[in-house]
Each structure stands twice: as structure tokens, then as C-alpha cells.
């Protein structure tokens, strides 16, 4: 696989995806495990309950769409929503917006970073 521009790159993980749904999701998972770090080190932290709550959920196929998504909160932290929106608020330890912020600065590269996952790994499995 040769990497190009950011729109060449979309549609050969398109055509990918289209033909190796697994394959994209596998690369797509691994490249959110390094996210789910990131919004971690950028959770605010009183107790480290919410930070304990971040986690990967997927990937899911659906149909051409493959995707993963990063949560948090849950019965220990039903206040992750309010944490996460709240751009008034005081935090000694990480950041209001911790999850989309991450989202935000890592999108114009994922697609790049997926494919290079998944040439990796089709390395490493030959």
C-alpha cells in the first residue's frame, strides 16, 4: 500500500473496508486504543473514577460503516457529561471537552493512521 493525500487515502480505506470490513476494524480498534490513552491523560481527575470509566466500545460494522467509539461515565460517574461540557469549571488536573478535544486534533490524521495499522499489520502477519 502507497500513502498518499488526505483524499486518496480516504478512498483507498474506503475501497478496504469495502472489501476487508475486519481488517479496516482491527486497524480502526488499535488506533482508538492510543486515543482511549489520550483522553485519559486529559480527564479530570478528583477521585480517578471518571477517569477509570474511559474505555473503547466497538468496533461495530454496519453495514459500509465501520466504526469505534470512546465512552465515559456510567453508574460510578453519571456526571461525565456534565465534566466533559462544563467550560466554566476549574480543573487542577486535566480539562473540560477532554474527549472531542482529542477527537478534534487526531481527525485530519486517522485515516492515514488506520491504513498505516493496517499495512502493519499485514506485515506482521506474513
Known sequence: MTLGGAD???AKLKRLADKFPNTV???LYQETE???REVKMRT???TGTLRGTIRQ????INGRMIYTMIAAGG???PYALYVHENLEAHHPVGQAKYIESVIL?????LAARVAKRIELNRVLSE
Open 8 to 10: 486518496a487515502m480516504r
Open 25 to 27: 476494524a482491527r486497524g
Open 34 to 36: 492510543v486515543e482511549v
Open 44 to 46: 479530570p481527575v478528583d
Open 57 to 60: 466500545v466497538g468496533p461495530f
Open 75 to 77: 453508574p460510578s460517574a
Open 105 to 109: 486534533e487526531s481527525r485530519p490524521y
